[in-house]
């Protein structure tokens, strides 16, 4: 991608391709069965360097992920998000669906609530120590201190559209 301007642009073709499709709906009986059309999406990214998280959302191995409450800035997610997923290296590559909320205190979190982030060893310990860290600097980028108890969010979603190219990285043919 050459640049922010250019990945706003092909996200928003994937979104208008994803509502065009007629497979736009919510898990949610209770809501409308299409999406309007000027419904907003956010972007969703990962700090990856080489894609691998995404290639994990992808083929449906990662289906979460976790944030410190207060780096939200009170704009918390809420169940029937929608996200356009996107690598630097290769665009926009799907829309995905919050399909689930969980808030937790870090000193709290279990195995059970980080497995689908499908992260390193998928162990809690590496888990937290990866996180505490992560935690930390957004916290201090914002003037703040990381501490155990802090508020984690986290976030369950599916892919509920792929790009071509999504799909060549998520299901490669085998030659």
């Known amino acids: ?9 092909e996200a928003d073709k994937v979104w208008q391709a994803y509502l065009t499709t007629g497979k736009a709906f919510y898990l949610d009986a209770t809501q409308p069965k299409t999406i309007q059309r000027d419904h907003k999406y956010s972007l969703l990214s990962f700090p990856s360097p080489n894609d691998d998280a995404i290639r994990n959302v992808l083929k ?5 992920r ?17 996200y356009v997923l996107c690598s ?20 709290r979190i ?4 980080i497995r689908s982030e499908c992260e390193g060893d998928g162990s809690l310990a590496l888990w937290k120590d990866i996180h505490r860290e992560r935690f930390a600097k957004i916290l201090k980028r914002d ?22 190219e999504g799909k060549k990285i998520g299901f490669p043919r085998k030659e």
């Open 1 to 9: 991608m050459s640049d922010r301007t250019d990945l706003l642009q």
């Open 60 to 64: 449906g191995l990662r289906t979460s």
């Open 66 to 82: 976790a944030s410190v409450h207060c780096a939200y800035n009170g704009f918390l997610p809420q169940k029937g998000d929608f």
């Open 88 to 107: 630097q290296t290769h665009g926009a590559l799907a829309v995905v669906r919050t399909f689930r909320i969980q808030e937790m205190p870090f000193n």
């Open 110 to 113: 279990t195995e059970d609530a």
């Open 143 to 164: 003037g703040l201190t990381f501490t155990e108890d802090i508020k984690v969010i986290f976030e369950f979603f599916e892919v509920v559209y792929y790009t071509d």
